[in-house]
């Protein structure tokens, strides 16, 4: 319900005036709505739903090195006593990003991209600087933080299009979109933090090179959050090599750090891409080898899966499917919780079943509340979403596939969400029960020669040449001497 203009005009301005503070790293006076108390305070709700919501990839020695770089930078930053946390989550997504309070989170998809320990880094430096900045809390608020992996929220916005960019990122989190100027401070911190623990910040520079191909090769999709609507790759390569130059000689760094072989040593066995024991699409479909069961993708849709749920969203963002588990001891308990936490309100609703598997089909609508006219307190209920709930009864759990768009679309959908639903079965494929993930391993040379003859040497396929080309930041006529690190992938 919002204040009359001119009865919060006064609480309005005291309420600016009470929170000027001066930037960490600027040293400037601003406008901040968020305290460093509540910072640390909005960190510490988010942290454990985006561990509940991606997980943490298991491998103590990963973690520990993340940890450890992580408190070695960020004494030497600008907001030192921050309580902060570096973590790995298990994504396959090229990604790294930062909450409010010093929480930064890297996913196992960009630590296998990366090829020393300067990149990694110098990416790491990019996200303590968006906290040192404050540029997390100037965009953060706990309405958003709230939104982490909640379903509500999903049903109850008509924006379906940022989901289904998330789909697209693959990552469902709600990320901070910093701007063009946030973006090149956070890449000068980079520099600055990552040479001041003794690293050549050079080779954060040569990543972007990385970032670039990467989305290249996926048609512009799938771009990690600092790289995505910023300034171009090609103008920070440029600035940061300088900027890298000019702190080296203001720090007297001489010997700068790389350590290649040490760090692509300690990623080999990394999992990459999608980790099929947590579910994987092939042909179209979905599959939970664990789990037991499969379901189909709409055609053309993009997709994200995490330990939480599954989303689906088409291209042009008209629409969403997310496929989760719900809690309840029977069909009937678990869909009276959903329409009283969500406020639905139930229009239709039928036993049914799912190839021989008790189902129950709802078509319900989110009501928004809009207020009319600043004076008139009077409020009019609008539907701004309507949603097809398909729940399904499989091994003891209640599965849902929850279809949602805006109302005048919803009938264009309905057949797909339905079709969707309905195609939910138990999986009995051996050969998708039993798949194991791709991983990352190191080979070394036996002989000098170019990259594309020592990926035929080691028989990769010809299609898969140029992917790993950019998983090796190199391209594929680079002259590789004997005894040379590369990495590959092999199940």
């Known amino acids: 319900m919002k204040t009359p203009f001119v009865a919060g005009y006064s609480a309005a301005l005291l309420l600016l005036l009470n929170s000027c503070s001066t930037n960490p790293v600027s040293g400037k006076r601003e406008v901040s709505l968020v305290s460093e108390g509540q910072e640390v305070a909005l960190g510490k709700q988010a942290d454990p739903q985006i561990v509940a919501q991606y997980g943490l990839y298991e491998n103590a020695e990963l973690q520990r090195f993340v940890q450890e770089r992580g408190k070695q930078m960020a004494a030497v930053s600008h907001r030192p006593n921050l309580p902060y946390e570096f973590k790995v989550v298990d994504s396959p997504v090229l990604n790294a990003f930062a909450i409010p309070g010093g929480y930064v989170y890297l996913t196992r998809g960009i630590l296998a991209h990366f090829n020393n320990e300067a990149q990694f880094a110098g990416v790491l430096g990019h996200e303590i600087g968006h906290v040192t900045a404050r540029h997390s809390a100037q965009q953060q608020t706990k309405a958003t933080l709230a939104q982490v992996g909640l379903l509500g929220a999903m049903i109850a916005s008509p924006r379906f299009g940022q989901y289904a960019e998330q789909a697209q990122q693959g990552l469902g989190l709600l990320f901070l979109k910093f701007g063009r100027d946030d973006e090149r401070e956070a890449d000068q911190l980079g520099v600055e933090y990552s040479t001041k623990i003794g690293y050549d910040a050079h080779h954060m520079a040569d990543f972007f090179q990385t970032l670039q191909r990467e989305q290249e090769k996926s048609g512009g999709e799938a771009l990690p959050d600092f790289l995505s609507t910023h300034p171009n790759p090609g103008d920070r390569f440029v600035t940061v090599n300088q900027l890298a130059t000019e702190w080296q000689q203001k720090a007297g760094l001489t010997n700068a750090k790389v350590n290649r072989d040490s760090y692509l040593r300690m990623i080999d066995g990394i999992v990459y891409g999608e980790d099929p024991k947590q ?54 308990a678990a869909a009276q919780q959903l329409v009283q936490q969500y406020q639905l309100q139930v229009a239709e609703s039928k036993n049914t079943t799912v190839n021989g598997l008790p189902a129950l089909a709802i078509v319900a609508d989110q009501i928004a509340q809009q207020q009319q006219g600043q004076a008139a307190p009077q409020q009019q209920a609008q539907v701004s979403a309507r949603t097809l709930l398909y729940l399904i009864r499989y091994t003891d759990k209640n599965y849902l596939m929850l279809g949602a768009s805006s109302p005048q679309d919803f009938t264009t959908y309905f057949p797909l969400f339905s079709s969707t639903a309905q195609g939910f079965r ?25 990259l594309q003859q020592a990926l035929r040497t080691l028989q990769v396929p010809e299609k898969r040449h140029e992917e790993m080309a950019i998983l090796n930041g190199m391209p594929l006529n680079e002259q590789l001497n004997a005894g040379s690190l590369i990495k590959v992938v092999e199940r």
């Open 279 to 332: 579910g994987f699409v092939e042909n179209s479909v979905f599959y939970h080898p664990e789990l037991r069961f499969q379901f189909p993708v709409p055609t053309g849709w993009q997709h994200q899966n995490t330990p939480q749920q599954v989303q689906m969203a088409p291209k042009d963002g008209k629409a969403l499917l997310i496929f989760t588990l719900v809690a309840g001891q029977t069909l009937e």
């Open 426 to 450: 138990q999986l009995s494929d051996p050969d998708k029960i039993n798949r194991q993930p791709e991983r990352v391993r190191v080979k070394t040379l036996k002989l000098r020669s170019t």
